[in-house]
């Protein structure tokens, strides 16, 4: 790999493939595979990792949003592409771009009809979202005739795929939890099959779903953070290989006289002397400032370097007291070995969070 020069994010597509191919490999012949690549891929770049695992047979996309659709449409991704959350002041376009809409209410629902009714479309691809427990989005239990009567009463719409997400598939102290909503799935989608003169799709796991649950695998699964190298466990990890990693440089060291203050508020105040090095990163570019004062680490020559003081927009400043190295050297934030769920850790927050909080100002290297 290139010597970073600069801050930048580098994205191995070849861990992306092994993280494809391991995934794929936990499922039986004929079960789609839905890739997760909302918000910029999870922080990677949303148009290169679909335009990827398109090459590679991924069946289905999903976004969070509708312009997250627009630009993979734009970057030349042909396969289905289902918006998770859209909204309805978005719902012309959506059709425009040929994107798929997941409703989860009635209110959303006759929207939808409304418009694709508007644009003179028929049996266009819907899919409905139900809620067996996560309570986040989906049709209850209660909604369900109505929206299928709604449904059947239109040509304008035709139901794809029915959906529900699992609250904790990660966590097999909820297993029970999470058995009953695969069970109230199969119930809801079978009344609603019932009512259909043909056969949508059904599909329920995320990534640790796909681990945990192969019995609600269904048609499809959709898998986000599995591709990007991270599971939700320390033997989910094992296998999966972080396909990202944040790179950056010294651009100064500083020798620092006792008693000296180092950074912005004099947060950090120095008890001995010490070596300091400045890296041209900060809160602007997703180290956020729960990072500072010691919490958060970079890895140096193989060494870790915490954060000194408070994150500032572009900069840290690190203490590498006992660190060889030099000005210009590299950096590394996270990455294969030093992971980002490492570096999560010292805040108690998760891999999803630090990885998608990579701003666009980081330029993004892919290795093939
Ligand atoms: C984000 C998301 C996923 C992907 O979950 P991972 O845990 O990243 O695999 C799947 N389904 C829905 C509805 C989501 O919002």
Redesign the pocket.
């Known amino acids: 790999m290139p010597k970073a020069q600069e801050t930048v994010l580098e994205i191995d597509l070849k861990a992306l493939k092994h993280n494809f191919e391991y995934l794929k490999s936990k499922l039986q012949n004929g079960t789609k595979f839905?890739a997760?690549v909302?918000a910029f891929g999870?922080g990677s770049d949303s148009c290169e990792i679909a335009n990827y695992l398109q090459e590679l047979g991924a069946d289905y996309f999903?976004v969070?949003y509708t312009n997250e659709g627009v630009a993979l449409r734009k970057a030349g991704i042909t396969k289905p592409i289902l918006v998770?959350?859209p909204q309805a002041v978005n719902f012309k376009t959506l059709i425009t771009y040929a994107l798929e809409p997941?409703l989860y209410n009635t209110k959303v629902l006759k929207e939808f009809i409304e418009i694709a009714l508007a644009e003179k479309q028929s049996d266009y691809p819907i899919h409905i979202?139900i809620n067996t427990g996560l309570n986040r989005?989906g049709f209850c239990k209660n909604d369900i005739d109505h929206a299928v009567t709604e449904i059947r009463n239109t040509t304008a719409v035709k139901i794809t795929s029915i959906?529900s997400?699992l609250a904790a598939?990660?966590d097999l102290n909820e297993k029970a939890f999470s058995l009953n909503q695969i069970e109230s799935f199969n119930t809801i989608s079978k009344k609603i099959i019932e009512k259909l003169t043909y056969q949508p799709m059904l599909h329920m796991?995320?990534?640790?779903?796909?681990l945990n649950y192969p019995e609600a695998h269904f048609n499809m699964v959709?898998?986000?953070?599995?591709?990007?190298g991270f599971g939700?466990s320390h033997e989910e990890n094992k296998n999966l290989i972080p396909i990202a990693t944040l790179k950056t440089i010294i651009s100064q060291i500083h020798h620092i006289e006792k008693d000296a203050s180092v950074g912005y508020n004099r947060a950090f105040k120095a008890n001995s002397t010490l070596k300091t090095a400045t890296l041209p990163i900060g809160h602007a570019d997703g180290i956020g400032r729960q990072y500072g004062n010691g919490k958060g680490f970079v890895t140096i020559k193989g060494q870790q370097a915490p954060i000194l003081g408070n994150v500032c927009m572009d900069m840290i400043m690190v203490n590498i007291t006992d660190i060889d190295c030099k000005e210009g050297d590299e950096v590394i934030v996270f990455g294969q070995n030093n992971t980002a769920e490492q570096l999560a850790e010292t805040t108690n927050t998760i891999s999803?969070e630090i990885i998608t909080s990579v701003s666009q100002r980081v330029k993004r290297i892919f290795i093939k």
């Open positions: 839905l997760v909302k999870y999903a969070a998770l959350h997941s979202k989005l959906f997400h598939s990660e796991c995320n990534t640790s779903g796909i959709r898998a986000g953070i599995g591709l990007y939700n999803y």
